[in-house]
């Protein structure tokens, strides 16, 4: 039996980055689309488990002295490329709370974006108030699909791995989360979630577009 689901975050309870703000931040950072989506994945692992601060981060990807003299806009591109919230998985999680099912929230961050999110509202009220349990990759650092990260997650909601419900869009974050004992999902989108109808293979409330 399911009692709690768990969910990523960026392309899972946020839309992927819209191609605009990527071509923006690019454009100012003197790169070409690809070349600077690349160099922002190179270390992000390493960012997202708090062992990089942003300014050596973004140096990694700008080189000196463009990251120094320009810190923070660069960390309003990063912030502003996942605060495109999803509605609708976040009517689901009210759907859920409401039948009892507890709700968690586990994902790879960077201090910049957790603690954006810890300022920021959604529908009302704080961000992180839509969840009873939130586990941060760059508090505990370590990282998914390192099998403490979702320890911390499952133990945070006082479950059994096995009822828990795990979506993550990242294929190698799956394996890790079922080879700790979650049961998981691979979120391609909210559309496909919908019309895969995987709330209804566990029993869960109906999830709609």
Same mark, same amino acid.
């Given at each position: 039996? &399911? ?5 990523? =975050? ?25 070349? =600077? ?14 062992? &990089? ?27 502003? =490329? ?10 689901? &999680? ?92 691979? =979120? ?22």
């Amino acid at each position: 039996m &399911i009692r709690a689901v768990i969910f990523d =975050f960026g392309n899972v309870l946020c839309f992927p980055p819209a191609p605009e703000k990527l071509e923006s931040a690019a454009a100012f950072c003197g790169m070409t689309h690809d070349v =600077f989506w690349d160099a922002f994945w190179k270390e992000r692992l390493d960012y997202d488990a708090g062992k &990089i601060e942003p300014l050596p981060y973004w140096t990694g990807i700008v080189g000196e002295p463009f990251a120094t003299a320009n810190l923070d806009t660069l960390i309003r591109h990063e912030v502003e =490329f996942w605060n495109e919230y999803d509605s609708r998985p976040f009517a689901w &999680i009210a759907s859920l709370r409401a039948a009892g099912i507890k709700v968690g929230m586990l994902s790879n961050l960077p201090r910049v974006l957790s603690d954006a999110l810890k300022h920021d509202t959604f529908l009302g009220r704080p961000f992180l108030s839509h969840f009873d349990h939130v586990t941060l990759s760059n508090e505990l650092l370590c990282v998914k699909p390192q099998p403490a990260i979702y320890r911390h997650s499952f133990e945070g909601l006082n479950i059994a791995p096995s009822e828990a419900l795990f979506l993550d869009d990242k294929l190698p974050n799956v394996h890790g989360a079922i080879e700790t004992g979650l049961q998981a999902e691979h =979120f391609l989108s909210w559309e496909d979630f919908v019309a895969r109808d995987v709330p209804r293979l566990y029993g869960l409330p109906e999830a709609t577009l």
